[in-house]
């Protein structure tokens, strides 16, 4: 930090990697150009040679109605959202701008999505593994975590489709107030009356992750969110990439934050919510002991799950087993369409 008086710094400045205080954020080609109509700035082709977008030019590092929809949408201020390659880079951004490689470690609750520690790991960032409680909710003393820039809490949580309280959460807020508390809300479109969106102007240590990939059924153009303070979002914009969003994503995400858009989504999320009723209804019929979901998937424990691994396997059908120890005898389904319902529960009528 050098000169600068470490109390005249905010908590994202206090826990960003020193050296990053230094910076200037990089001045991407759209920020540079000034006014005019003669572009010349950023060595692009004058040519634009497809039928989409002006694909010869360079988007904006953060297009301005990719972030005013999902404000909209979010109901976050424009002023305290971040867009990027899906929640993903939002992981791995976080990591780089906050822990010192060899030093600083990340928290997680296990079992949980594995992005958190992979991301870790290939910055040699420290990862501070605790466990979910038997019914997979938070420990009750999570003063443990302490020492770790980054707490990341994943709710509704992939695998186990469980969810936490908002009250709970808000508590986690309150005793960690000089970390980060990352609450991952990729499924959160499954659960609303679950989000701490609006818990982001309370609580400086607050941020989100969200994503376009599960809901709004766009996991193939690579787009998320981060939410949080205008201190986390000012530090997060001296790592991210100039470019972040192509050009063509950033359209196909506004058109998917319309109204009709988001009429879709949630039509599609009581259509797989249904769907996942009949599947879990029919699994727990089967004999299989299934773990309640907020989210578009669920993880069911088998007596013996070779024999169903095998025969989903058989059939054609791709679902995700585990080696964490907590989940060797359980399967993950996603929800899916009518059509591909019947025919999981029919393959898994004749296994069990
Ligand atoms: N968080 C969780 C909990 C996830 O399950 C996933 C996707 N598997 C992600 C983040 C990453 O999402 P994205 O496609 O936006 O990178």
Do not use: H
């Not at 490689?101 to 992979?118: E, K, L, N, Q, V």
């Not at 870790?120 to 038997?134: D, I, M, P």
């Not at 936490?164 to 005793?175: K, T």
């Amino acid at each position: 930090v050098g000169a600068i008086e470490m109390s005249t710094l905010n908590l994202a400045e206090r826990l960003a990697r020193p050296e990053l205080l230094n910076l200037e954020p990089y001045q991407s080609a759209r920020r540079i150009g000034g006014r005019g109509d003669i572009w010349i700035n950023a060595n692009e082709s004058p040519f634009n040679r497809t039928e989409l977008a002006r694909l010869n030019r360079y988007p904006e590092c953060q297009p301005p109605e990719l972030i005013e929809a999902y404000s909209k949408y979010s109901k976050v201020p424009a002023a305290n959202i971040v867009c990027g390659r899906g929640a993903d880079e939002a992981i791995e951004l976080l990591i780089r701008a906050f822990c010192v490689p060899g030093r600083d470690s990340i928290a997680i609750f296990g079992p949980t999505y594995g992005m958190y520690s992979i991301s870790a790991k290939t910055f040699n960032v420290g990862v501070n593994a605790l466990s979910l409680t038997e019914d997979y909710a938070l420990p009750a003393d999570v003063s443990g975590v302490k020492g770790c820039k980054l707490v990341f809490i994943c709710n509704p949580n992939n695998p186990t489709g469980t969810v936490l309280s908002v009250e709970r959460i808000e508590q986690v807020l309150q005793q960690l107030p000089e970390q980060l508390v990352v609450v991952d809300e990729a499924y959160i479109e499954f659960c609303p009356e679950y989000s701490v969106a609006n818990l982001l102007a309370s609580y400086p240590n607050l941020v989100i992750l969200r994503t376009l990939s599960k809901a709004f059924a766009l996991a193939g153009a690579r787009c998320g969110f981060l939410m949080a303070n205008t201190d986390v979002i000012n530090i997060i914009m001296l790592v991210i990439a100039p470019y972040p969003v192509p050009l063509p994503v950033s359209t196909l995400a506004v058109n998917a934050l319309s109204d009709a858009g988001i009429s879709n989504m949630l039509a599609d999320v009581e259509l797989l919510k249904a769907q996942g009723k009949r599947l879990g209804d029919a699994l727990t019929e089967l004999g299989a002991n299934v773990v309640p979901s907020g989210a578009n998937f669920l993880l069911a424990y088998f007596d013996d799950v070779a024999t169903v691994s095998n025969g989903l396997k058989e059939a054609g059908i791709v679902a995700r087993a585990y080696r964490d120890p907590r989940l060797v005898d359980a399967i993950r389904f996603s929800f899916t369409n009518e059509a591909e319902t019947n025919q999981i529960i029919a393959v898994l009528r004749n296994i069990l």
